[in-house]
C-alpha cells in the first residue's frame, strides 16, 4: 500500500506519509489598470449593426477599411484618424435605423450601407486552367475599382469563402462574369434618440475612460450626461463623457468643448473625437493643459483674454491659440488653455480641485484599482479578520505607493492609513485615508528682488 501523501488543512491523516502544501509567498499586489480607451457612437456608411466591436490604432491603420469602409486617407475618416491620433483601443457602435445591404446575384454586401454601392464582384477563368475559377470583390477607391480579396482556382461555390467585404449567394451555379455592381445599399432614416439608448445599454458593461459625442442635439446630449451620472456614481464606473457646447452641466465626469471647428461640412463640435482620444490617454500623472492640438481640423481660437476667463469660470474647456515670438513662431499653435470639467459649484467639502481633470483621473484611477484588487482577490476569498484586513491594507499600500512613484500623489505615508475594521456586518470593511493628487504647473507668480 502507498504512503499518505497530497495536501492538508488540519492535522488528522491516518496514513503515514508526507502531506506538502505550497504557497506563494504573501506580497503586495498593485496592478494598477491601463488608460488609452475610448468609447463613441457613429453614424457610419458600411460597419457592423448591433454590436459593439473594438478597434486598435494598430488595427485602424492596417484595417480601417474592413471596418469603416475606406481607406485610411479617406475624407470620410478624417474624424477618427483626429480620434486615433492619441486613442489606444476604441469600442464603437453604428447607429442604424433600418439601412439595407447593397446586393447582386451572386453576392450581398458584408454590412449595411450606402458603401456597400462601391463593391464590385467578378467571376474570371483561372489563367492556368479554364476549368477552374478566379473570383475578386473589388472596393471603389479614388474613383478605381481596387481589388480587396481575391480567391484563385476554384470549382465550385464549396471552395469559395466569405471574405471582409460580401458574402456570396449560391443559388446558382457559378459561372463567368466580367463584374457585376452590387447596389441598393441605404444607410437607413435619421439617427434618433432611440438609437443612442441601444448604444448605451450595449456599453455599459465594459471598461473605458471616456466617452464622446460630437453632436450639438441637446436631448441626445442630456441622455449621455445621465448615463455617466447613473454609471459613475451608482455602478462605479469611471469615465468621463466629451460633448460639445454644453453649458451649465457642472459635474466633473462630464468635459464640454468650447471652440467650434471652422470647416466646411464638418460638425461643429468635431473637436471632440482628437479630446475624446487624448483625455482617455493621458497618463494618471499628466495633464492635457498647454497639450496641442495636431489634427486636421481648423479649431476657432479667437477669443479674447476675457473670454477666455469667462470658460474657464463656466466650466468650459476652451482651446486658444499660443505663439512663442522668442522662438519665431509668430503663427502660433492651437493649445488647451487648461484642462479642465464643467463641475463649477464648489464647496469646501468639494472645492475646486474637482473642477481638474488630472485630479479626477487620479480620483477614478484610485476607485478601479482598489475595487479591482478587492473584487478579484479579497471578495468571497480572504476572511475578514486582522489577517486578512492586514493583507488588504497591505495591497492598498502597495498601490498608492506606486501612484507616488510616477507623481501621481504625493506626500503618501502609509502610517496615515490605518489597517481597515470590520464594519457593521461581519462580511463588511471598513477604511478611511486621504490621498493628495499631484497636479501639473500652470502658473508662475515670481517677486524678483532687483540688487
Known amino acids: 500500500m502507498a504512503l499518505g501523501g497530497g495536501t492538508w488543512l488540519f492535522q488528522n491523516k491516518k496514513l503515514p506519509g508526507t502531506y506538502i502544501n505550497f504557497v506563494s509567498r504573501v506580497r503586495a499586489t498593485a496592478e494598477i489598470a491601463d488608460r488609452g480607451y475610448g468609447t463613441m457612437a457613429l453614424e457610419l456608411d ?43 483601443t476604441g469600442y464603437f457602435w453604428r447607429l442604424d435605423n433600418g439601412s439595407v445591404k447593397a446586393a447582386c446575384t451572386i453576392a450581398r454586401a458584408k454590412y449595411t450601407g450606402i458603401r456597400g454601392n462601391d463593391i464590385k464582384v467578378a ?15 473589388y472596393m ?24 471582409d467585404y460580401v458574402d456570396w449567394i449560391r443559388t446558382e451555379d457559378l459561372a463567368l462574369t466580367a463584374g457585376i455592381n452590387l447596389t441598393g445599399g441605404t444607410n437607413g432614416e435619421a439617427i434618433v434618440g432611440l438609437q443612442y439608448q441601444e448604444y448605451i445599454d450595449a456599453i455599459e458593461p465594459y471598461y473605458f475612460n471616456t466617452m464622446g459625442y460630437a453632436g450639438s442635439d441637446a436631448t441626445i446630449q442630456q441622455l449621455l450626461i445621465q ?19 454644453r453649458e451649465g452641466v457642472d459635474y466633473e465626469g462630464v468635459i464640454s468643448v ?9 460638425l461643429p463640435g468635431s473637436a471632440v473625437y482628437w479630446l475624446t482620444g487624448a483625455e482617455a490617454s493621458c497618463p494618471v500623472n499628466a495633464s492635457c493643459t498647454n497639450k496641442t492640438y495636431d489634427g486636421e481640423y481648423t479649431i476657432n481660437t479667437k477669443y479674447s483674454q476675457t473670454e477666455l476667463e469667462q470658460a474657464i469660470t463656466t466650466g ?49 484611477q484610485i476607485a478601479i484599482d482598489v475595487a ?12 475578514n479578520d486582522e489577517d486578512g484586513r492586514t493583507a488588504l491594507w497591505g495591497d492598498i499600500v502597495a498601490l498608492h505607493k506606486e501612484y507616488q512613484r510616477v507623481r501621481a500623489i504625493q506626500n503618501f505615508n502609509p502610517e496615515d492609513v490605518p489597517i481597515p475594521t470590520q464594519g457593521d456586518a461581519k462580511t463588511t470593511v471598513m477604511l ?17 528682488e532687483v540688487a
Not at 467571376?123 to 473570383?135: C, E, P
Not at 468650447?258 to 464638418?266: L, P, R, T
Not at 472645492?351 to 488630472?358: A, G, P, R, T, V
Open 46 to 88: 458600411w460597419g457592423p449593426v448591433g454590436e459593439v466591436f473594438t478597434v486598435t490604432a494598430e488595427d485602424f491603420q492596417e484595417n480601417c477599411m474592413k471596418w469603416f469602409g475606406y481607406d485610411y486617407t479617406a475624407p470620410e475618416l478624417k474624424p477618427l484618424r483626429d480620434l486615433f491620433l492619441n486613442l489606444k
Open 227 to 245: 448615463f455617466t451620472k447613473r454609471m459613475r456614481d451608482a455602478s462605479g464606473a469611471k469615465f468621463q463623457l466629451v460633448i460639445y457646447g
Open 140 to 163: 471603389l477607391v479614388d474613383g478605381v475599382n481596387t481589388k480587396v480579396d481575391e480567391q484563385k482556382n476554384v470549382t465550385g461555390w464549396d471552395d469559395v469563402e466569405d471574405n
Open 372 to 383: 479591482h484588487l478587492f473584487n478579484t482577490i479579497y471578495l468571497g476569498k480572504e476572511q
Open 316 to 364: 468650459m474647456l476652451i482651446f486658444h491659440n499660443v505663439a512663442d515670438a522668442v522662438s519665431g513662431d509668430v503663427v502660433g499653435k492651437t493649445n488647451i488653455l487648461t484642462d479642465i470639467n464643467t463641475f463649477t459649484s464648489h464647496t469646501k467639502h468639494k472645492n475646486e480641485d474637482f473642477s481638474l481633470n488630472q485630479v479626477i483621473r487620479v480620483l477614478d
Open 258 to 266: 468650447k471652440n467650434q471647428v471652422k470647416d466646411a461640412g464638418a
Open 123 to 137: 467571376v474570371t477563368a483561372n489563367v492556368d486552367d479554364d476549368t477552374k475559377f478566379d473570383i475578386t470583390t
Open 432 to 448: 478611511n485615508y486621504a490621498v493628495q493628487p499631484t497636479c501639473c504647473m500652470e502658473k508662475l507668480y515670481a517677486t524678483i
